[in-house]
């Protein structure tokens, strides 16, 4: 364990790493009253989908034109919906209750025509969606599968999820469950951007990055809902409560290789859940008031 790619620098800046530098936080003119959360990016930056508390809701916010559009009032609309990769279409889930229990369906949802087609019924295994590449994956009775018209799963598509509170990796046609602590629940996967690295959240240990095996690679440790700012760089909160409510919450930028931590939201705001644009190098979060912010930063070598 001690030989863990991110011990091999020291905390401190490392001469040659890439600086992060940060513009001052905006917030966004939502309507007023009201109460936005779970903000994410499209890769371009230009497009925000928001929901409500506890996931519901689903609706689309316009940099451009401050135009909010809504996607779906339904429960569980807002909890991993995703932009396909040319930004023309929303992939998102519904919950669904058949005799008193919670069924997931999938939908996907038109930019150009804001119409909705249902592409999985309800049933009670199914993941919420996520992009690899071009193609937007999700698994259903423990299975891959696209959501293209085709449904074709690509041979190297690759998708993390959580089974049972397990860490279980997609590559292809093949399921395999990754262990990177002995008898650890987990939450918060996600695969980086080249497909080669997962970097998830492991209860009693905290944020961590493995290989495609289950080997470890780094532990950036307290690093709540880490999201990936390129192939070396996670986003992610460390929060404090009082054992009822977050007392605080701040958003730090970890670069994987040297463990270097930058911190990107302000002093003086509870700052949760990023979401990251890699593209246009914007970060974006939500606070407990329902307040969503967007940050600008640049990464200089």
Known sequence: MKNLLFFLCSMAAVSGCPRIDVEPAVK?????????????????????????QNYKGLYLFESATGMLVTISEEEGAGYSPVFSSDGEKIYYTENEYIRNL??????????????????QPATRTLSGPVVSGNAVLYTEAYQLKSAS????????????????????????????ELNPYQGESYIWPSVSPDGKHIAAYAMGKGAFVCDQEGTLLAEPGRLEAPVWAGNKL???METADDGHNVTSSAIFMVNIETGERTRLSPDGIIA????????????????????????????KN
Request: a negative charge.
């Open 28 to 52: 966004l003119s939502l309507p007023e009253g009201e109460e936005y959360f779970h903000p994410r990016f499209d890769a371009s930056g230009e497009r925000l989908l928001l929901s409500r």
């Open 102 to 119: 919670r069924h997931i369906k999938l939908n996907s949802w038109s930019v150009a025509d804001g119409k909705s087609e249902l592409l």
């Open 149 to 176: 018209a085709q449904g074709v799963v690509a041979e190297k598509a690759v998708m993390v999820a959580i089974e049972d509170q397990k860490l279980v990796l997609y590559y292809g046609g093949e399921r395999k």
């Open 234 to 236: 996670l986003a992610g």
């Open 272 to 299: 949760m859940h990023p979401s990251v644009s890699v593209e246009s190098e914007q970060l974006a979060f939500d606070t407990p008031a329902g307040e969503i912010y967007v940050i600008r930063y640049h990464i």
